[in-house]
């Protein structure tokens, strides 16, 4: 049940470059999307999220558009910094589940000097 | 900055031993979840909890698992009968509704031998 997509598992950006991570989901219900970020050994942690009614939400570095019609999602940090160095998720709710969020698989990124 | 906290950190126990991870969510939210990632997989729903009472489980929470809020600050996770694949992170994670998004906790890694 992959209603949430993220196909690139691994991102390498240099420091001070633009990261951008992407996000396809499946499910037309879906109407509010989150990313989180992740390091080892610790909980999911908010970064950012998107209702359907927006196409882009913007909060400091952090920036993510919502494309609906493909039923895409992006995240765009800029710059990046090492302290960016995680995991990122994708996560969707919907309809009467907003509760219960769908996660994609993660993308690891690496910051590099 | 309020904070989801979940004890204990790692719990290992032998398989069919009963467990009970427990978080404390944010004092003024209403909603609480449980989330598991089994190593190397994604962030799975596992049931969400509302008024006192279960709103959503996913087909994984089955009749092994149970929620509880025993006195209005703790909510807990019990495995009655653990087996090798309840081997797990689970995540705490509570909300103030949709609009105020997901705070997850750090975490419990369950290890069942």
């Known amino acids: 049940d992959q209603q949430v997509k993220q196909n690139s598992p691994s991102l390498s950006v240099q420091e001070g470059r633009i990261s951008i991570l992407n996000c396809d989901y499946t499910n037309s219900m879906f109407d509010y999307f989150l990313w989180y970020k992740k390091y080892p050994a610790e909980g999911p942690t908010f970064l950012i999220s998107i209702s359907s009614i927006k196409d882009k939400n913007e909060d400091g570095r952090f920036t993510v558009f919502l494309n609906k019609s493909a039923k895409h999602l992006s995240l765009h940090i800029v710059p990046s910094q090492p302290g960016d160095s995680a995991v990122y998720f994708c996560a969707a709710s919907g309809g009467n589940s907003w509760g219960k969020l769908q996660f994609g698989a993660g993308t690891q990124v690496v910051v590099t000097p | 900055e309020p904070e989801v906290t979940q004890t204990p950190s790692h719990q290992v126990t032998q398989m069919g031993q009963e467990v009970i991870l427990r978080c404390v969510p944010i004092s003024n939210h209403l909603y609480f979840y449980w989330y598991r990632q089994i190593l190397g997989q994604k962030v799975e729903f596992l049931v969400s909890f509302y008024n006192n009472e279960i709103s959503e489980k996913s087909e994984i929470f089955d009749d092994q698992f149970s929620v509880e809020r025993p006195d209005g600050s703790n909510f807990t996770l019990k495995i009655r009968s653990t087996k090798l694949e309840d081997s797990a992170m689970y995540f705490c994670?509570?909300?103030?509704?949709?609009?105020?998004?997901?705070?997850f906790g750090s975490g419990t890694r369950l290890t069942v031998v």
């Open positions: 994670a509570s909300s103030g509704g949709q609009a105020y998004g997901y705070t």
